[in-house]
């Protein structure tokens, strides 16, 4: 079944459901291990999904981010989960940024279940970029979400060519920005620019 076929059941799974998800776990369960599996990762296998992944940093011992998604038994991907009643920020992925550091992921989401956030450390190497560079939500998939998260599926997955691509993204959402700020307030520049 095509990627974009298995988001469409579980964006529908998402709306009916999202208002009884009100913990972590009922959001991990009904809504991140089916995103999970519709990239084609098994969670059931503890060796490519590692549920509670440890990460011990400095004095802190035992904390967990809730998922690591292994490829040739190195971490590719970290995962954090909130309820999905719960609005993301970044004090949500302190976790994050702190086992980003003492792994080998270079990737790294945040997510509540219908809003997934990815981040990388194409700013500065192996220190998790304040920002996402990639963020969809579940209750609104666009084409464009769906050419990007192909490449995170299993089948596909070539961490350079993510990286890459995140800069890619990055760099594109700064333009539109500026863009934005233009068409807003434009400045003497860009009006003389344009005229």
Partial sequence: MELNIRLAELQKRTIEHREVLLTEEAAKTALVM??????????FNPSEVV???TA?????????????????????????CKPSSVQLNVNHAGQLFRYFSVTDARLAVLTNGVVYQFYSDIERPNKMDDKPFFTFTMDAIKPG?????????????????????A???????????????????????FVRMMA
């Fill in 34 to 43: 089916p995103f999970l599996q519709s990239l084609g990762y098994d969670v």
């Fill in 51 to 53: 549920p509670e992944f």
């Fill in 56 to 80: 011990d940093v400095g004095t802190k011992k035992g904390e967990k981010v809730d998922y690591a998604i292994c490829a040739g038994g190195k971490v590719s991907i970290l995962i954090e």
């Fill in 145 to 165: 979400d769906i050419r990007t998260l192909e490449k995170f599926t299993k089948a596909a997955f070539d961490i350079d060519k993510i990286v890459q691509e």
């Fill in 167 to 189: 800069g890619n993204l990055k760099t594109q959402s700064l333009i539109r920005l500026e863009l934005e700020k233009e068409f807003a307030e434009p400045s003497d520049e």
